[in-house]
């Protein structure tokens, strides 16, 4: 009696055939498209991501879904972007890097001359939010008299939906839950009305921070420089060489003494020598 191999096995309980084809040409894009390098290991996450486009399509296959990536100017690319990217955040997530803003960065800062008082942070892969709305908290708590600055927060995302909702800035109750009660006090405004209460971002927060749709293998826009730069948790989807690409143009961007935060298994190690190591995944711009 024959038996079934686990990849056959699997193949049939699936609702959607997909082959070897299917996912090394899917995973080419991926690279292409948004840098990310997929191992094998991420074959089941790609298949069930993208599942969800084809019943969202009523294609049949993934033939069928390739084909309609392939057309000119495909409008289903952006979902398909959008379906592959990981968008895992929290508030004040890695909280030494905050604490580092606040009493190296910003504190310091507090007495700069009105002429001097200029500040400007890149978020790098915001996600939902979370990220750029903690480090305008950040701001807030150590500057104290924000009108007097000239303070802007980029946050860019190559995810347009999860733009989207950061943009909004609504959180449900298990996205504040970890939050100090006097941050949640201070910045959210708690709105009832369901079966949770949900918390939206004050004005106070909201305005320093501006939206971008950015796709960090296209040229970057900026021009700099910028003071602090946060690109966390972004560059392990990269391999080697994308992250050196991607530094050697981010590194024009900010000027000696600047500071870049990269995420908790992150390094510049054999990827940029336009930066040294000053604790723990933070940097300095040489």
């Known amino acids: 009696m024959a038996v079934a191999t686990p990849g056959e096995f699997t193949q049939r309980l699936r609702e959607f055939s997909f082959s070897d084809e299917d996912f090394e040409a899917l995973r080419r894009l991926v690279k ?5 390098n997929l191992s094998d290991q991420k074959r089941e996450l790609v298949y069930g991501r993208l599942a969800r486009r084809l019943r969202a399509l009523n294609l049949r296959s993934f033939r069928e879904y390739r084909k309609l990536l392939a057309e000119p100017n495909s409008q289903e690319l952006v979902e398909f972007c959008n379906a592959i990217t990981t968008n895992l955040t ?5 909280p030494h890097h905050f604490e580092y803003l606040h ?3 910003l504190r310091p800062l507090a007495d700069m001359p009105p002429g001097a008082r200029r500040l400007r942070i890149w978020s790098a892969g915001c996600s939902s939010g979370e990220e750029p709305y903690s480090i305008a908290m950040t701001v807030l708590e150590a500057l104290g008299d924000v009108p007097a600055w000239d303070i802007r927060i980029l946050a860019t995302d190559v995810d ?10 609504v959180y449900g109750a298990d996205r504040v839950r970890n939050l100090d009660p006097r941050r949640l006090e201070r910045f959210f405004t708690e ?3 369901g079966s949770e209460p949900t918390y939206t971002i004050r004005p106070e927060v909201a305005r320093l921070v501006v939206f971008r749709h950015l796709n960090l293998m296209h040229p970057l826009p900026m021009r700099g420089p910028l003071d602090v730069i946060f690109c966390r948790n972004v ?3 990269f391999d080697r060489d994308t992250q050196r690409d991607l530094f050697a143009r981010i590194a024009p961007l900010q000027r000696p003494g600047h500071l870049l935060f990269l995420g908790h298994s992150e390094s510049l190690f054999k990827v940029s020598d336009d930066y040294e190591p000053i604790g723990r995944t933070m940097y300095r711009r040489i």
């Open 32 to 36: 292409e498209l948004i840098g990310i």
């Open 90 to 94: 929290s508030f004040f997530r890695e």
């Open 103 to 105: 009493d190296a960065v």
């Open 160 to 169: 347009s939906a999860v733009l989207e909702r950061a943009r909004r800035g």
């Open 191 to 193: 709105q009832r009305g």
């Open 235 to 237: 560059i392990i989807y």
